[in-house]
């Protein structure tokens, strides 16, 4: 008798296009296929650059085009195990998700909200607290969040700190996003005394808390935190626990920074080398499932 494979898990994945600047769909699609699950895609506006160190960049939302592709996918019969919902271009577009998720997700879907909208402490160019009280709605129905320490200030109503962090602060923050209301919390962008900077996460219904913590590089490395919620959602939707999915999604953006680092003629603005972290990653996801037949 021949072999078969499991049938692979199918992820749509809702974010913006960037054409140059490595974020969103162009992170979400490479690295969740890498994972072993299919990606699906909507894009929610194309961009020909993102909006961090580019000028002058063109920008056309795709707010009309995302509830008739949900529509379309529903009558082809296409079932998804994983919903992941990264940069929305307006409260507007976050109000369509809602309508989205109402039409293509089922009681088996997992539902990853990364609520990109800010970051050292300000939110992105065009955002405002009008896309945070939408994101807070998001959050409630979502099962996994994945906000980084401005995101969960904001969504929080605590006040935002640069770092270092103390124990209290994270705590607090952690606590509020559980309150949201999801089944996972992800805390990205920690910076504890001591002890450099990485990731938290929290399952809301038992109280168990992980953490991850690396060497603190100076500067800024566009799209890491899209390569960690691609990483920890597909990880996720294809049935890792939340311990070893932080751990996996963590060691992705640690390695793709380390590469980054060695090409220092390269801009940052256009993106991380996570490229060539990703063979490695490959590896230690088979590890993770071999034998498990998942």
């Not at 369509?96 to 990364?114: G, N, P, R, W």
């Not at 996801?285 to 998942?294: D, N, P, R, S």
Request: with cysteine; net charge neutral.
């Amino acid at each position: 008798m021949s072999q078969t494979l499991p049938p692979l898990k199918r992820i749509a994945a809702v974010h913006d296009l960037s054409g140059v600047g490595k974020c969103s769909l162009t992170v979400a699609l490479p690295v969740i296929s890498a994972t072993g699950v299919e990606c699906a895609c909507m894009p929610t506006a194309v961009l020909s650059t993102h909006t961090g160190e580019f000028t002058g960049y063109t920008m056309r939302p795709l707010t009309d085009e995302m509830l008739p592709m949900a529509e379309h996918w529903r009558r082809e019969g296409v079932r998804f195990q994983g919903i992941y919902s990264g940069y929305l271009a307006s409260p507007a577009q976050a109000a369509l998700l809602e309508e989205v998720l109402s039409i293509l997700a089922d009681k088996d879907t997992l539902v990853i909200i990364d609520p990109v909208m800010a970051d050292h402490g300000r939110y992105y160019r065009g955002l405002d607290g009008r896309i945070c009280h939408a994101f807070r709605r998001l959050c409630a129905r979502a099962d996994i969040i994945t906000p980084n320490i401005t995101e969960a200030a904001f969504l929080t109503g605590l006040s935002y700190r640069s770092g270092p962090h103390e124990a209290e602060y994270l705590d607090e923050l952690l606590s509020g996003l559980r309150e949201l209301g999801p089944r996972y919390a992800a805390l990205t962008g920690a910076r504890p005394e001591g002890a450099g900077v990485g990731n938290l996460a929290l399952d809301c219904r038992t109280g168990a808390r992980y953490a991850v913590f690396g060497p603190e590089r100076e500067g800024v490395y566009y799209g890491g935190g899209d390569v960690f919620a691609s990483a920890l959602a597909a990880l996720l939707v294809r049935g890792a626990a939340l311990r070893p999915a932080l751990e996996l999604a963590s060691s992705l953006v640690e390695e793709s920074v380390a590469r980054s680092l060695l090409r220092p003629e390269r801009p940052r603005r256009f993106g991380m080398d996570f490229e060539g972290a990703l063979p490695a990653y490959v590896r230690k996801v088979e590890a993770l499932f071999a034998g498990t037949g998942k």
